[in-house]
T-cell receptor, first 108, second 113 residues
Framework: GQQVMQIPQYQHVQEGEDFTTYCNSSTTLSNIQWYKQRPGGHPVFLIQLVKSGEVKKQKRLTFQFGEAKKNSSLHITATQTTDVGTYFCAGGVNDMRFGAGTRLTVKP | DSGVTQTPKHLITATGQRVTLRCSPRSGDLSVYWYQQSLDQGLQFLIQYYNGEERAKGNILERFSAQQFPDLHSELNLSSLELGDSALYFC????????????FGPGTRLTVL
């Protein structure tokens, strides 16, 4: 069935370094969503991308949707300790399916 | 606070037992989703309901069942529990349009001893 693959599974960075997580699908997606789950918390919606090649920014976070609408990325510039958590992408054609998530840890 | 409530917050039970997890969606949301998250794992989609009807099914075990009631709250029933069923169970709700944003509840942590 439809699957959304996400890499890497884990990423450990020094505070101030950049971070990127990638999401890939074998099928063309109607849209892609990104969620963040803080340690001990629940997933919280960050953003939705719908258009081919779309790029959206939220402060230090940059979200991209690929031209073929089969991949997406989330890039964080100059990470801070408040960025720690697991970042999930979710995409679908008829139903949303979540990737396995990238767990980000930030060393102060 | 997402507006989605889940009870109980924690549940400890023994193998072979049966439990019921409850979820109340955000006001106005018609769709409810159930997810399982094992330790340090991703979100495993179990099942989705829309306005009382099952809409989509994921990797839900036959020992598990769910329903959505006329007041739109939902219950997830887990029976013949095994140690491997220990996990966080999240409920999420949405308006019900395809591919719309999901709002997650705080989760129920189930421990099977």
């Amino acid at each position: 069935g439809q699957q959304v693959m996400q890499i890497p599974q884990y990423q450990h960075v020094q505070e101030g370094e950049d971070f990127t997580t990638y999401c890939n699908s074998s099928t063309t997606l109607s849209n892609i969503q990104w969620y963040k789950q803080r340690p001990g918390g629940h997933p919280v919606f960050l953003i939705q991308l719908v258009k081919s090649g779309e790029v959206k920014k939220q402060k230090r976070l940059t979200f991209q949707f690929g031209e073929a609408k089969k991949n997406s990325s989330l890039h964080i510039t100059a990470t801070q300790t408040t960025d720690v958590g697991t970042y999930f992408c979710a995409g679908g054609v008829n139903d949303m399916r979540f990737g396995a998530g990238t767990r980000l840890t930030v060393k102060p | 606070d997402s507006g989605v409530t889940q009870t109980p917050k924690h549940l400890i039970t023994a193998t072979g037992q049966r439990v019921t997890l409850r979820c109340s969606p955000r006001s106005g949301d018609l769709s409810v989703y159930w997810y399982q998250q094992s330790l340090d794992q991703g979100l495993q989609f179990l099942i989705q309901y829309y306005n009382g009807e099952e809409r989509a099914k994921g990797n839900i075990l036959e020992r598990f069942s769910a329903q959505q009631f006329p007041d739109l709250h939902s219950e997830l029933n887990l029976s013949s529990l095994e140690l491997g069923d220990s996990a966080l169970y999240f409920c999420a709700s949405s308006v019900g349009l395809p591919l719309d944003t999901q709002y997650f509840g705080p989760g129920t942590r189930l421990t099977v001893l």
